[in-house]
């Protein structure tokens, strides 16, 4: 069993948003966006000038503007994930992180509210050990951070090496 105990700090917060905005690749993300929204209104001018010829290309001109519809919606998808961020409870929140060979259980306790999540590590996005930090991502809404100083049972080398053999490919070691 590893178990960490933090009091969540806007430096916490601070660290996991930086995490959160790495790991989301947001200024290719936010290009691809700009590269549909472009090709949306190049598809409503050909819509305009379509619909005003012959019928035949008035419904090929439906077609692509729904097309450009569709892509318009992921965008946006896209756009929505860059501008939500993970939320975080208030400062002097204690958060309890215990990991064991099964699962991952988080504790939050604050003065208005208390909750417990558990997970198997199947269901993790992804985690990462970067500098004094250990980030794990549980969903896109939704993940911890602590400090290695946080830890109370095991080591931070016992934890990556925990992660390394559950998560694979989803835990990312930046020392």
């Not at 558990?118 to 809404?141: H, M, P, R």
């Not at 934890?159 to 990312?172: Q, V």
């Amino acid at each position: 069993m590893i178990k960490t105990v933090t009091t969540l700090t806007e430096e916490h917060v601070k660290a996991f948003q930086t995490y959160q905005k790495k790991i989301n690749h947001s200024g290719r993300k936010l290009f691809i966006v700009v590269i549909r929204l472009l090709l949306l209104f190049i598809f409503g001018i050909y819509f305009v000038k379509a619909s005003f010829e012959k019928v035949f290309g008035g419904f090929i001109a439906v077609l692509i503007f729904i097309v450009g519809i569709i892509m318009l919606g992921t965008g946006i998808k896209y756009v929505m994930l860059l501008l939500m961020h993970t939320d975080f409870e208030p400062d002097g929140t204690l958060r309890t992180v215990v990991f064991s060979d099964e699962e991952t259980e988080v504790y939050t306790e604050s003065d208005v509210l208390y909750s417990e999540y558990f997970t198997d590590y199947d269901s993790i996005l992804s985690a990462a050990e970067s500098g004094d930090w250990f980030f794990i991502k549980f969903n896109e809404q939704s993940g911890t951070v602590f400090h290695r100083d946080d830890f109370t049972d095991g080591t931070p080398d016992e934890l990556r090496e925990l992660l390394k053999s559950r998560l694979g490919k989803k835990f990312s070691c930046q020392t």
